[in-house]
């Protein structure tokens, strides 16, 4: 059964600073896998997406994600963090029930905070 | 494009009254979806439709929750009668279609809180 596990509920750098969170799932097949941003008191929106195209995928605000079959891993990682970006961000694996159906398992989440 | 709309954005209960939310997704999205997000969680599905069709109600708890989308639009959840545990974000999302890449929109949510 596909899963999805986010490592670390709080993860906190300073600004400028290298942002990594990590997820990891689990799929008996090739998955999609997604980043969902969510900021207070608003729903999710999301970051980036893995298709099964480039390993290397790219999202808005300067997010990125690598796609790892061996580690079963799509980290998210921007290069310089930002205060703006302090959210909660969630990974998901989409499950595919049947050929016109699919729903996304999501992962329990990550509070990033951004210290000055 | 508008996005998705969700009302109310906040509702106090007590324990044992009815409640219920109303969702209207992006224009021409054929799938709808419910998901509940207890404080701390991520978001759990509840309820997935594809036109007015239900695809997966699951993880609904039939006993107490129901929901519909009559026209293959807006959509209305349920709860009736209401549980100190049902203290959750209910958020509501579309899609253009079902399949497994197509990313979902969702909408601001409904903050529900069961006293």
């Known amino acids: 059964a596909q899963s999805v596990t986010q490592l670390g509920s709080h993860v906190s750098v300073s600004e400028g600073a290298l942002v990594l969170l990590r997820c990891n799932y689990s799929?008996?097949?090739?998955?999609?896998l997604f980043w969902y941003v969510q900021y207070p008191n608003q729903g999710l929106q999301l970051l980036l997406k893995?298709?099964?195209?480039?390993?290397l995928v790219k999202g808005i605000n300067g997010f990125e994600a690598e796609f790892k079959k061996s580690e079963t891993s799509f980290h998210l990682t921007k290069p310089s963090a930002h205060m703006s970006d302090a959210a909660e961000y969630f990974c998901a694996v989409s499950l595919v029930q049947y050929s016109s159906a699919s729903k996304i398992i999501f992962g329990s989440g990550t509070r990033l905070s951004i210290r000055p | 494009e508008a996005g998705v709309a969700q009302s109310p954005r906040y509702k106090i209960i007590e324990k044992r009254q009815s409640v219920a939310f109303w969702c209207n997704p992006i224009s021409g999205h054929a799938t709808l979806y419910w998901y509940q997000q207890i404080l701390g969680q991520g978001p759990k599905l509840l309820i997935q439709f594809q036109n007015n069709g239900v695809v997966d109600d699951s993880q609904l708890p039939k006993d107490r929750f129901s929901a519909e989308r009559l026209k293959g639009v807006d959509s209305t959840l349920k709860i009736q009668p209401a549980k100190l545990e049902d203290s959750a974000v209910y958020l509501c999302?579309?899609?253009?279609?079902?399949?497994?890449?197509?990313?979902?929109?969702f909408g601001p949510g409904t903050r529900l809180t069961v006293t």
């Open positions: 799929s008996s097949v090739p998955p999609y």
């Open positions: 999302a579309s899609s253009l279609s079902p399949g497994g890449h197509y990313e979902q929109y």
């Open positions: 893995y298709t099964s195209a480039a390993t």
